[in-house]
């Protein structure tokens, strides 16, 4: 008999089949949603491949990250018991997979130049927020941009401003 394993990096253990119902019960949510879909409609993708991208969680150093076509969920987002809320991690991280599979050279990685000017992250906050407008309201999206702005250390009144409006673009905010 095999045994099931179970990941305990949050308040309740999950199998692998569990986080794989979450991811999935996440991905056919955010499938529905306009943004989305004029995402994959923008790079000339079928929608139904949203059902084909490797999605797991991971030990990382960031909430969710896109490397090679996978993407990785952060375990800690498994924490608060409601992975559903932080679906506009997958908006983003699909805008990375969409950059990453789509295009004739390799996008800019997160690490590499200063992270706010990387235009393939820019897309990708651009679509979040627009999600995070959409589907919450327009507070929560400049509050999600807010933190941002306070995690990459942009004090600057009049860079903050800038940065605000470039990633709030899509969500119409500003």
């Keep these: 008999m095999r045994s099931k394993r179970i990941f305990a990096h949050s308040s309740m253990p999950y199998s692998h089949k569990d986080l794989l119902q979450l991811i999935d019960k996440v991905r056919a949510r955010v499938k529905q949603h306009p943004t989305v879909i004029a995402m994959f409609k923008e790079h000339g993708v079928d929608l139904d491949e949203l059902d084909l991208i490797p999605m797991c969680f991971a030990d990382l150093d960031v909430s969710a990250r896109t490397d090679h076509g996978v993407i990785y969920f952060n ?3 498994l924490d608060d018991g409601d992975f559903e809320d932080d679906d506009h991690y997958m908006v983003h991280e699909v805008t990375h997979f969409l950059q990453q599979t789509t295009g004739n050279t390799p996008t800019q990685g997160a690490d590499d130049g ?6 393939a992250e ?5 679509n979040q927020t627009e999600f995070l407008a959409d589907t919450r309201d327009d507070e929560h999206a400049e509050d999600y941009v807010e933190q941002v702005l306070d995690h990459h250390e942009v004090t600057d009144t009049s860079e903050r401003d800038k940065r605000k ?3 709030l673009q899509l ?3 500003l």
């Design 171 to 173: 969500a119409s905010l």
């Design 114 to 119: 200063i992270y706010l000017d990387n235009e």
């Design 165 to 167: 409006k470039e990633l």
């Design 75 to 77: 375990y800690s987002l």
């Design 122 to 126: 820019i897309e990708g906050f651009q």
